[in-house]
Every structure is written in C-alpha cells, then in structure tokens.
C-alpha cells in the first residue's frame, strides 16, 4: 500500500507526474495550476487553509466540482453549507460562500470530507520572528485523538492521514522546501512550481522561518513513523529536504 504525496515545489515543474496515473496519489491547494502539464489529477485532492480571499474559495469549489475526493478542512466547509459563524458572532452573523447548490439547506457534495485540526497548533512556527519560543509550536506527532495538526504547513495533514490510513511506504514528490521568498507581489513566485502560484507575499524573512519550520515537521513525521516502522522517502527532483532518504522517483515505476 504504497502512496505519492504530491506537494508544489519547484521541481514539480519537471516531476513526470503521469507515472502517478493509476497509483494512490494526493495533492493538495493550488495544484491545479499544473493540470495543463499532464493528464495526472490527485485520487485525492486536500484543502488545508482559510481561505483568505475570493480566490482561495473559488480554488476549493472547482475542485469539488471536479468529482474525485475533496478532503476539506470542516470549517472551509461550514462556509461552505452555510453553517460556519466567526469568532465572536452569533447565529447572524454567519458567513457563506456563494450558493451554489441548491436547494436551501446547502449539503456538502458526496465527495467532500470535512476533517478536523488542530487549533493549538494552527499557524505555528519553529520559533517566532525574533528567536524566541513559539507557544504554537508542537513537540511532534499527537495522532492518538484523531485531530490532524497542521504545524508548518497542510502537507503536514496529508502525511499523518496516510499514516493512519495504513499506507507505507510514503514517497514524497514536490518537497522541496529551499524557500528563498521575493522583494514583493510584483515578483514571480520563486518558491512553488508555477509563478503565479502564492498570490502573498512572502519576504526572505519569512521564507527563513517557513524553511526552519518545515525541517521541524518533517521531523517530527520521521520520528514518529521511524518508530512505527513506516518508511517515508523523498522522491522530489531536487530541493533542499534531506530528513528523509532520498530515491530516484523515476525508479519506482521500473
């Protein structure tokens, strides 16, 4: 029960994804965006995030629409339906996506999946900007509950769902952390496998933290499972993540 989890590096530009056609493989965000490149799609796509704007939940909408199995954060989905209230608002103050399935009461497609994470740890970093300790960061895996911690990043998420689900080995494609950041918006995004891919702006500062933090993940994963017996590989074409051994991803499909 092997599995690819399909991150969006820059090498993934290069990965030859229609291998993957025909094996358990999930990708998660903006993948979307190298649909044009290859006839490969996800058995299973992921959307991890709030959305922060307009775009973001317009990105999870098409791909619910495209029909294979959307595992989406559930208060995305409480958007989604019409169920999700903002802390600090009452029953009023409810706020939805458009409504796009009809009729009143909205209900999440039959391919949607709504799982829940881990608040104490939602948006944590190995440290914070100034060096110091960051409450939010995690002292590693906490699967016993069930919850999918999100530290460092929504690959974190995907990586302990196929744990739990049985699978091993896990191989990753598109890992490549090495995370330079941009001067500003008006800059190609140098980070991710398409230029248009991070519609934020994310500065060398930050991109420094989101490389520690990373590493820091990714860790932890390899703890745990090491201890476990699970194997984990790194299958990306380059990039800079080397807490995993590395295999030639071409090789696997000999």
């Known amino acids: 029960m092997r599995i690819f989890l399909v991150a969006n590096g820059p090498s993934l530009a290069r990965t030859p994804l ?23 799609r996800p058995t299973r796509y992921w959307w991890s995030d709030h959305p922060q704007d307009q775009e973001n939940m ?3 909408l098409w791909h619910i ?7 989406v954060r559930r208060d995305v989905c409480e958007i989604i339906t019409g169920d999700y209230i903002p802390s600090g608002a009452n029953d009023n ?33 190995a440290r914070t900007a100034d060096g110091g300790e960051d409450i939010r960061r995690p002292d590693g ?15 974190n998420c995907m990586l302990q769902q196929a ?24 800059e190609d995004d140098p980070d991710h496998f398409d230029p248009r891919y991070n519609t934020r702006w994310a500065d060398k500062a930050r991109a ?26 790194n299958a990306s074409l380059g990039g800079s993540l080397e807490v ?10 000999k």
Not at 19 to 36: F, M, N, P, T, V
Not at 100 to 111: D, G, K
Not at 112 to 120: A, R
């Open 65 to 71: 629409e495209q029909d294979y199995p959307c595992w």
């Open 208 to 233: 420094d933290l989101d490389n520690e933090t990373q590493v820091d993940m990714h860790t932890h994963a390899k703890e745990w499972c090491d201890e476990r017996g699970i194997r984990i590989y």
């Open 18 to 40: 229609d291998k993957l056609i025909g094996e358990e493989s999930w990708g998660l965000a903006r993948i979307h965006l190298i649909y044009d490149r290859t006839d490969w």
């Open 244 to 253: 995993y051994p590395r295999i030639n991803f071409k090789m696997l499909f």
């Open 163 to 186: 744990v739990l689900e049985g699978y091993n080995p896990i191989y990753l494609v598109g890992a490549d952390l090495g995370f330079v950041g941009r001067d500003g918006l008006g």
């Open 58 to 60: 317009d990105d999870v």
């Open 93 to 125: 103050g409810k706020w939805t996506c458009p409504a796009i399935w009809a009729p009143e009461p909205r209900e999440l497609p039959a391919n949607v999946v709504p799982w829940d994470y881990c608040v104490e740890h939602n948006a944590g970093f």
């Open 141 to 155: 895996w906490h699967l016993d509950d069930g919850v999918l911690c999100k530290y460092g990043s929504g690959y």
